[in-house]
């Protein structure tokens, strides 16, 4: 049974930062692959960043490239994502995912196997 807890999301003023926490209880986390998602009041869950196994490998929408940086440290069991520069738009529920085939980081939600419970983050303009 995999579980991910997300934190660290909050209230912020547009153009400010914070950084959420995906912590994975897993046998060997570095067998897996995680997203990042978000889903706005009235709008689809999106994809927003997403790393492979080894960290070296990262994709980004087009919405967050170049504010956001998704990472991960093997040895805390631990994914995060570094929000800079927020903006009223990026105001949604975050979600850590975790994909089984870690080689490769996924874009569809339906790729990944577990889903952490959430993280409010709101900006405000």
């Known amino acids: 049974q995999v579980q991910l807890v997300e934190s660290g999301g909050g209230l912020v003023q547009a153009g400010g930062s914070l950084r959420l926490s995906c912590v994975a209880s897993?046998?060997?986390?570095?067998?897996?692959?995680f997203g990042w998602f978000r889903q706005a009041p009235g709008k689809e869950r999106e994809f927003v960043a997403a790393?492979?196994?080894?960290?070296?490998?990262?994709y980004y929408s087009d919405s967050v490239k170049g504010r956001f940086t998704i990472s991960r440290d093997n040895a805390a069991n631990t994914v995060y994502l570094q929000m800079n520069s927020l903006e009223s738009e990026d105001t949604a529920v975050y979600y850590c995912?975790?994909?089984?085939?870690?080689?490769?980081?996924?874009?569809?939600?339906?790729?990944?196997?577990?889903w952490g419970q959430g993280t409010q983050v709101t900006v405000s303009s």
């Open positions: 897993v046998r060997t986390f570095s067998d897996y692959a």
């Open positions: 995912a975790a994909r089984g085939d870690g080689r490769l980081w996924a874009t569809a939600s339906y790729d990944y196997d577990y």
């Open positions: 790393v492979s196994w080894g960290g070296d490998s990262t």
